[in-house]
């Protein structure tokens, strides 16, 4: 049987909040029952962004991460719900029971990824259903990813066997995997948000010129493991995904037989400065 899968690419996401705003008009005063009745206007955030900042200035970034509920394969609210106030459908969408859910206010607790909110008003625990109402009326993806205009979500239906493969040649990883709750929301270019970069500008001529061209190598003092690339235009250079807190590393900077090394820890990103060759 085909189940819902939602990937959202990282590195495409820039925060527009289209896809947050498209599920407030879709849930917000409109009664979707037995789905799900509608969410407060204020304070709700079923498709909620995260953001990190990365780095030193002018080297820094800026990442986006937008985080709904993962309508997770082991899903703990589905356990702490205990009754099927909280139950997961043939398609593999996790859904609250409006009725059977009121009042249970610990289950906003039970989500390890704080996906569910507390509707005071209302009384009741309330979260991302991925629209189940608009796909059982034949839309073909829910309003996030239908008004994402860089392409940075993507929903599909799949046999878990062919999602697997789409895992494996894309490289898709889940957001806390140490939670192992088993989500269907994937992600690309993940290392953008939870890892870290190396970061530096090369001149030449004291200061004067930057050293379009530089080969930057970077050398992992423990595991030996090497990355190389190229200062740019402007003589600047960034190698990301690699571990916080992994250790020391060498870099080794040259241009036309001049070259430059030196040893630092990386703990997390980091803007060399500028280098002098
Ligand atoms: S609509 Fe797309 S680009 Fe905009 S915040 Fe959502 S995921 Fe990011
Ligand atoms: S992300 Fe949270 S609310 Fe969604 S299915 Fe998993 S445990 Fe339940």
Known sequence: ??????????????????????????????DHSPIAVSQPRHGHRWMDILNIERGKYPLQDVCYLPKPCMHCEDAPCIQASGDGAVY????????????????????????????????????????????????????????????????AMEFVLLEDAEMQQRVEAEGLEHFHPEYKTRPRVW???????TKCHIAGSVAIDYGLECAVGAKVTITHQKSGEVWTTLANN???????????????YRIDVELNGITKSCVFELTESINLGVIHL
Request: contains cysteine; glycine residues 6%; charged residues 30%.
């Open 88 to 151: 997961r459908r043939e398609d593999g969408i996790v859904i609250i029971d409006p009725e059977k859910a009121a009042g249970r206010e610990d289950l906003a607790a039970s989500c390890p990824y704080g996906a569910i909110y507390w509707n005071e008003e209302k009384k009741l625990p309330q979260k991302c259903t991925m629209c189940a109402h608009l796909l059982d009326q034949g839309w073909e993806q829910p309003r996030c990813s239908h008004s994402c205009a860089t392409g």
């Open 187 to 193: 992600y690309k270019n993940l290392f953008r948000f």
């Open 234 to 248: 402007y003589g600047n250079f960034k190698l990301d995904g690699f571990e916080k807190k992994s250790g020391k």
């Open 1 to 30: 049987m085909k189940k819902v899968n939602l990937i959202i690419d990282v590195a495409r996401c820039h925060d527009c909040n289209n896809c947050f705003i498209s599920c407030k008009d879709e849930h917000w005063d409109n």
